[in-house]
């Protein structure tokens, strides 16, 4: 079985622009929540997606957004990019609700230059 | 919202010690608590989590303590080795409020010395 795949692996971006990142679950995960983990600290809430529809929401600007499709995969949206929005980005997925464990994807290393 | 406190934030030991991290969480709301391993490159890997109608839990090497009175829960890691270095983090989430949100700590970098 596979599991939680991201890409890209690795991006650099210029202050200001847009980024994309992808999100596959593991197959029959309905669940998929994204991660903010900046060098040195915990993994921070961004979203939470289940059956297409956000159920959570961080302490994030209205520059990020996400979404997910009816494949359950997923992707997180960063607008007007920022230096302090370099950081790994993890997708994480479940069967249905936290209480099932959360699997990790490997992550998006995103740096703003 | 939730607060979730680790200690300490290094710790070093010698192959086959005793390492134990200690988590604090504030929300009385909070009953799941899982503990994730990172390793370089890699994304955080569940290694054992509690709920909290339960006081411990244990699994080979690793045990995790639960006290909901003082709000605090432990990792247990016993007979350590080499491979057992990574980054440590504890979490919290009320689970059904919440309903992905897991709260983390500041993780522990632990380093098991051959």
């Known amino acids: 079985d596979a599991g939680v795949t991201q890409s890209p692996t690795h991006l650099i971006k210029t202050r200001g622009q847009h980024v994309t990142l992808r999100c596959s679950p593991i197959?029959?995960?309905?669940?998929v929540s994204w991660y903010q983990q900046v060098l040195g600290q915990g993994p921070q809430f961004i979203f939470q997606y289940y059956e297409k529809e956000e159920r959570g929401r961080g302490n994030f600007p209205d520059r990020f957004s996400a979404r997910q499709f009816p494949n359950y995969s997923s992707e997180l949206n960063v607008n007007a990019l920022l230096l302090g929005d370099s950081a790994l980005y993890l997708c994480a997925s479940s069967r249905d609700s936290i209480r099932r464990g959360y699997t990790f994807g490997s992550g998006t290393r995103l740096t703003v230059v | 919202g939730e607060n979730v406190e680790q200690h300490p934030s290094t710790l070093s030991v010698q192959e086959g010690d005793s390492a134990v991290i200690k988590c604090t969480y504030s929300?009385?709301?909070?009953?799941?608590f899982p503990w994730y391993k990172q390793e370089l490159g890699k994304g955080p890997q569940l290694i054992i989590d509690i709920r909290s109608n339960v006081g411990e839990k244990k699994d080979q090497r690793i045990a995790v303590t639960l006290n909901k009175t003082a709000k605090h829960f432990s990792l247990h890691i016993t007979e350590t080795q080499p491979e057992d270095s990574a980054v440590y983090f504890c979490?919290?989430?009320?689970?059904?409020?919440?309903?992905?949100?897991?709260?983390f700590g500041q993780g522990t970098i632990l380093t098991v010395h051959p």
């Open positions: 929300d009385s709301a909070s009953n799941y």
């Open positions: 979490a919290a989430s009320d689970g059904g409020t919440s309903y992905g949100k897991l709260t």
């Open positions: 197959s029959g995960h309905k669940s």
